[in-house]
T-cell receptor
Framework: NAGVTQTPKFQVLKTGQSMTLQCAQD?????MSWYRQDPGMGLRLIHY???????DQGEVPNGYNVSRSTTEDFPLRLLSAAPSQTSVYFC???????????FGPGTRLTVL | AQTVTQSQPEMSVQEAETVTLSCTYD???????LFWYKQPPSRQMILVIR??????QNATENRFSVNFQKAAKSFSLKISDSQLGDAAMYFC???????????FGKGITLSVRP
């Protein structure tokens, strides 16, 4: 199993550009989440999904969109990138509630 | 809203010694789950240990153990026989179990002196 995969690993954007961070898992997990990690802030939840077709907002959802058309994929869209979105983004998945979340390797995004 | 506090930004330990990382949390729930995740320089998030709040027994995984004090809302991680490979950032995290949302503390950077 590949586990949780994320692409790209690194990305540089200009302010106002849009892009999609890809996340996929091959463990048949129902629960998937997106977090951002900033220095001194820990990880903060952006959006999460409890199954295909069901998504909800986390702590810091503004400027991001998600959709979940399949169990495997959970892309994160930046609609109009801003320097405040410079961060490391992690996708995670889990089999159930209250259990281990498996994290992808992260995407380092820089917005100029 | 639930909060997780890690008040020490950095700690250092001598190789082979024992170190304890502190974590406190705030919740009104009676049933929940607590985690410690390790993030080495590779950036990969790795689960170290997990505790279910309804279990009074402290979780243990080899050299890693927790001191879970439910009434005090405290969840500290003890690393015994510290190794160079333990050097990393450690995050305490909380989950209600009602959904998949994890709330993280700000993390603590642990260095191990040879």
């Amino acid at each position: 199993n590949a586990g949780v995969t994320q692409t790209p690993k690194f990305q540089v954007l200009k302010t106002g550009q849009s892009m999609t961070l890809q996340c996929a898992q091959d463990m048949n997990h129902e629960y998937m989440s997106w977090y951002r990690q900033d220095p001194g802030m820990g990880l903060r939840l952006i959006h999460y999904s409890v199954g295909a077709g069901i998504t909800d907002q986390g702590e810091v959802p503004n400027g991001y969109n998600v959709s979940r058309s399949t169990t495997e994929d959970f892309p994160l869209r930046l609609l109009s990138a801003a320097p405040s979105q410079t961060s490391v983004y992690f996708c995670a998945s889990s089999l159930g509630l209250g259990v281990e979340q498996f994290f992808g390797p992260g995407t380092r995004l820089t917005v100029l | 809203a639930q909060t997780v506090t890690q008040s020490q930004p950095e700690m250092s330990v001598q190789e082979a010694e024992t170190v304890t990382l502190s974590c406190t949390y705030d919740t009104s729930e009676s049933d929940y789950y607590l985690f410690w995740y390790k993030q080495p320089p590779s950036r990969q998030m790795i689960l170290v240990i997990r505790q279910e709040a309804y279990k009074q027994q402290n979780a243990t995984e080899n050299r890693f153990s927790v001191n879970f004090q439910k009434a005090a809302k405290s969840f500290s991680l003890k690393i015994s026989d510290s190794q160079l490979g333990d050097a990393a950032m450690y995050f305490c995290a909380y989950n209600t179990g009602a959904n998949s949302k994890l709330t993280f503390g700000k993390g603590i950077t642990l260095s191990v002196r040879p």
